[in-house]
DNA sequence: TTCTTGTATTGAAACGCTTCAATTTATCGA
DNA sequence: TCGATAAATTGAAGCGTTTCAATACAAGAA
C-alpha cells in the first residue's frame, strides 16, 4: 500500500501567502485578465515560493471538462501506429489538446482497460484503433456520453465517426500491380481475419485476381500476428518447398510481415526478391525504403488519419449540436520499388 | 467552447435506484466483501442500467491516489523508444498499474507541458526519457512530492533513479570495432551534443580512437536531428566528396542516422557498403537487421530500461520510506552484421 | 426473552478547486 | 465632495466520490 505523503500545497495555502482569497487564487490561474498586475504578481511568488501545480482532478470534478484526448492504438511499436499517434498529437497541439496514449498490444483486454481508464477519467474524448468490430464499444461509449472517434477501421456513420483507407482497394492495387508484372501465383501472407483490414485487403487482391484476364490465382496464408517474427516463420516454410511448389508473388498483409519475409529469404534460403517471389507489403512504413530489398508497399497516410481522427473529435467535442458523423475512407496509393521490379 | 452535456449518471442516482446509500455504492464497487450478495446484485444491476461510470476526477480527489503512471518519451516514432514503452508497459500491468504516454517530439516545451499535465493529474509517478539534462526537471518534482524516474539517460543518485546504458562503453565498442576491421579514417555522425547520449557515444569513441595502437583519426558530423532525414542529408553531402576524402568508416550516432546514410549511399550513389565505407549504428532496432546492407549496431536493451524504470518507480511510490535511489546502468552489445563485416 | 457479538449499512464530512453573485474599492465626471 | 460606474476581490456553494464512526440488523447463547 503507498505509504502517506506530506500533503502538497493547496490553492488555500497559495491564498494565505499571498493575502488573497481563493477565487482570486483562481481568477490569476484562469482569468488573470481580471486581476490586478499588482495582485497577479504577489500571487505567482507564492505560487513559485510554495511549489504549487494545482490538482487536475478538483479542477476538472468542479470545471467538469477536460483539454485531454485519449487515444488506443494497436501496437505502439509498428511504426504505422508511431507515425498515425504522431500525426494525431500535432493536431491536438494545434487545438490546445494534449493526447495521452496506451497501448492495446492486439489484446481486447488490454483495450478494454485503457478505454474505461479514460473513460473514469474523463477525457475530452476517445480514439480507436480498435483490436476488433468497434460497433459496440463505440455505441455503449456515445450512449454514456463519451466522444468518440475511430481510426484505421470504419464503422457505420450512424453509429460514429471513423477515418480510414480504402483496404480493399489498396489489396486489390497490390494484386494488380503484381499481375501486371506476370506473376500468375499470389500468396497473401496475414491473418488473423478478425482483423477487419487483413480481410478487407485479401478480398481485394482475390477480387483482382478473379477479375484479371488470364490465368492466376491466389493462396492465403494465415499469421497468428502481424509482426516481423511472423513473417519470417512463413519465409522460412515457403523457403523450405521445393522450388516447383513456390508462390512467384507475396502480398504482406503488411510491411512488418513484409520484412520478416525479406529476412527469411535473404538471409536463411536461397529465394531471390524479386526474381524468385516478388514481395510487396502494406503500410509503407519509413524502413520500408531501407530494406535488405527496397521493399514495394500500399502507402496509408498515418499521419492524415491521426491528425483527421483529432479534427473530428474536436468538432464533436466543442460543436456538439451541430456534429454529423462522418466516415472518412482516403485511398491508398502504390509505392513502386525494388522488390516487385521486374 | 464545450457546449453543454446531459450529465452522467452518479453514484447518487445508482443508490437511488438500488435502494441503498451511497457509502453502500461506494462498497460495492471498492470493497464488496463487506456487502451481502444480495445488495451487490441489486446495485450492480442499478449500475449497468444507467451505464454508470466513476468519476475518477472525484475518486482521486478523496481517495488521493492514482494507479496510473505517466511516461514521457521523446520520440514515439523511433523504434528504441516505442520498445522501451512496450517493456514498460507490461511491466506496469504486473503491477497493477496502467502508463500513459506522452510523446516530446525532442521539443523541450511539450516535454515540460507533458510533465506538468501528469503532475497535475496527480499520477503515481512520472518515467521521463528527457530532451536534455534532466537534473533540474526532477528535483522540482521530488521537491514536490512527485515520484520519478529517468530513463535513458543517467542523473546523480542523489537526485533520483535513473535507468541508462552506458554510452560511453558503446561509443568505444563501436568504434573499436571499426578499427578493428582496419579502418583509419572514422567519421562520427549525429548531433545536437546536447543530448548526453549523443555526446557520450562521441567520447567513447573518440577515447577508443586515442588509445588505438596505430594511426586513426575520428572525424565529427554534427546533425540537428537523430532521423533518417538526417542520415540521408549527410549521406548525400559525403557521397558528393571526391572519393579520396570519404571517410572509410562511419559510427551513426543511431540506427535511424545509419539507416538514412544507407539510403543515401546505396540508392542515389555509388558508395559502397562496407567496401567503400563501413556503417555501424547504435540502438539495433527491429529493422536494423532487415536494412538494404544488414546493419551493425550496438545493442541497447530497450524493453529492459523501460520495465526496469517501472519497478524503480513502483518500489519509490510504495516503499517510500526504505526506497533508495539507484542509477542502474547496462552495458551495450556489439551486434556484427554485413555492413561492417570485411 | 434478553444480552452479546458479528455483520451490514448508513450518512456526515471532506478532498481541492471553480464559479458567480455580492461586496468592496477605485476612478471619473458633475 | 458626492454620485455613478467600472474594476477588483471575496467567499459560499458544490462538483462526485471515499472513508469510517455510528447505527441498525441478525444470529446465537444464556
Redesign the interface.
Known amino acids: 500500500?503507498?505509504?502517506a505523503?506530506?500533503p502538497?500545497p493547496s490553492i488555500q495555502d497559495v491564498a494565505r501567502l499571498a493575502g488573497v482569497s481563493l477565487g482570486t487564487v483562481s481568477n490569476v490561474l484562469n482569468n488573470p485578465d481580471r486581476v490586478r498586475a499588482e495582485t497577479v504578481l504577489r500571487v505567482t511568488k507564492a505560487i513559485e515560493q510554495l511549489?504549487f501545480?494545482?490538482?487536475?482532478?478538483?479542477?476538472?470534478?468542479k470545471a467538469g471538462?477536460s483539454k485531454?484526448l485519449?487515444m488506443v492504438v494497436l501496437d505502439?511499436?509498428n511504426?504505422f501506429f508511431?507515425?498515425l499517434?504522431?500525426g494525431a498529437?500535432d493536431a491536438a497541439?494545434q487545438e490546445g489538446y494534449?493526447?495521452?496514449?496506451?497501448?492495446s498490444?492486439d489484446d481486447l483486454r488490454?483495450e478494454s482497460?485503457?478505454v474505461?481508464?479514460f473513460?473514469?477519467?474523463?477525457v475530452?474524448g476517445i480514439i480507436i484503433s480498435p483490436v476488433d468490430a468497434a460497433t459496440e464499444t463505440v455505441a455503449?461509449l456515445r450512449?454514456?456520453?463519451t466522444n468518440v472517434v475511430v481510426v484505421d477501421r470504419h464503422i457505420d456513420a450512424a453509429i460514429g465517426c471513423s477515418i480510414s483507407v480504402d483496404d480493399f482497394a489498396g489489396g486489390r492495387l497490390a494484386a494488380e500491380h503484381l499481375l501486371s508484372l506476370g506473376r500468375k501465383k499470389l500468396l497473401f501472407v496475414g491473418g488473423p481475419l478478425d482483423f477487419q483490414q487483413v480481410a478487407d485487403r485479401l478480398a481485394g487482391a482475390t477480387q483482382a485476381v478473379k477479375t484479371f484476364e488470364g490465368t492466376a490465382t491466389i493462396e492465403h496464408f494465415k499469421t497468428t500476428a502481424l509482426s516481423?517474427l511472423a513473417g519470417r516463420e512463413v519465409g522460412d516454410k515457403i523457403a523450405a518447398l521445393p522450388k516447383s511448389e513456390w508462390p512467384d508473388a507475396i502480398f504482406a498483409a503488411n510491411d512488418l510481415l513484409a520484412?520478416?519475409l525479406?529476412?527469411a529469404f535473404m538471409?536463411k534460403s536461397q529465394v531471390q526478391v524479386p526474381g524468385d517471389i516478388a514481395v510487396i507489403g502494406y503500410d509503407d512504413i519509413?524502413?520500408a525504403?531501407?530494406?535488405?530489398?527496397?521493399l514495394s508497399s500500399i502507402r496509408q497516410p498515418a499521419a492524415l488519419l491521426g491528425s483527421t481522427a483529432v479534427e473530428l473529435l474536436v468538432e464533436e467535442?466543442?460543436?456538439?449540436?451541430s456534429h454529423k458523423h462522418r466516415q472518412i475512407t482516403y485511398q491508398p496509393e502504390l509505392v513502386v520499388r525494388a522488390s516487385t521490379s521486374n
Chains 1, 2 share one sequence.
Open positions: 500500500m503507498p505509504t505523503k506530506k502538497r511549489g501545480v494545482r490538482n487536475d482532478a478538483a479542477r476538472q470534478l471538462r485531454t485519449g505502439i511499436a511504426p508511431s507515425v499517434a504522431r498529437e497541439a494534449s493526447i495521452i496514449l496506451g497501448n498490444s488490454r482497460r485503457y474505461s481508464l473513460d473514469e477519467q474523463r475530452g455503449t450512449a454514456r456520453g516481423v520484412v520478416g525479406l529476412q538471409f519509413a524502413f525504403e531501407a530494406a535488405i530489398v527496397p467535442i466543442e460543436s456538439a449540436s
